[in-house]
């Protein structure tokens, strides 16, 4: 496709229930990130990936949440036993890996309501 | 690791004027300083950035200033229009990894 593509678009969960989060990045982009954006605030950063290896989880919130990214390309963000404070929406964006080209493209996001 | 401010939370302008909101960072390593205008609902977007070995970059009506001995960069919007109206995150930081700012919502007046 064209852009960052990320399913499902809205997802509600019942506390306590697991979620996974897809993300299809750009055809040959070999950065890919996740973030997290709480309703009013900025995106949070919570891991990023070089091709198939994660080299930055630093911003993962607990041990709930996992990603993972098999094959270098389509990404998948897992939380275990879902709070209510994990409600927000979560952005996966997607970039060439160069110093000359580093727009970061998102895709629409996926808006988690955990009830 | 970095943190970034951002200012004002609000502003709202009349058609046609300019819009200025403004950045701190705390990282000195950082080196990369993206702007993305995210409207209602949609996904963020990058509408320019600079890079710390230059001060300033202009494309259009937008224009980025970075000052790094003070650590702090601004977005200038000139001429503003009602479509200008959403919310503007600055980021700072690496290639890598970037910080966002909180966001500013920008309301242009007709």
Known sequence: GAGVSQSP???VAKRGQDVALRCDPISGHVSLFWYQQALGQGPEFLTYFQNEAQLDKSGLPSDRFFAERPEGSVSTLKIQRTQQEDS?????????????NTEAFFGQGTRLTVV | GENVEQHPSTLSVQEGDSAVIKCTYSDSASNYFPWYKQELGKRPQLIID?????????DQRIAVTLNKTAKHFSL??????????????????????????????LQVIP
């Open chain 1, 9 to 11: 678009r809205y997802k």
């Open chain 1, 88 to 100: 927000a929406v979560y952005l996966c964006a997607s970039s060439p890996w160069t110093e000359q």
């Open chain 2, 50 to 58: 600079i890079r710390s070995n230059v001060g300033e970059k202009k």
């Open chain 2, 76 to 105: 200038h919007i000139t001429e503003t229009q009602p479509e200008d109206s959403a919310v503007y995150f600055c980021a700072a930081g690496g290639y890598q990894k970037v910080t966002f700012g909180t966001g500013t919502k």
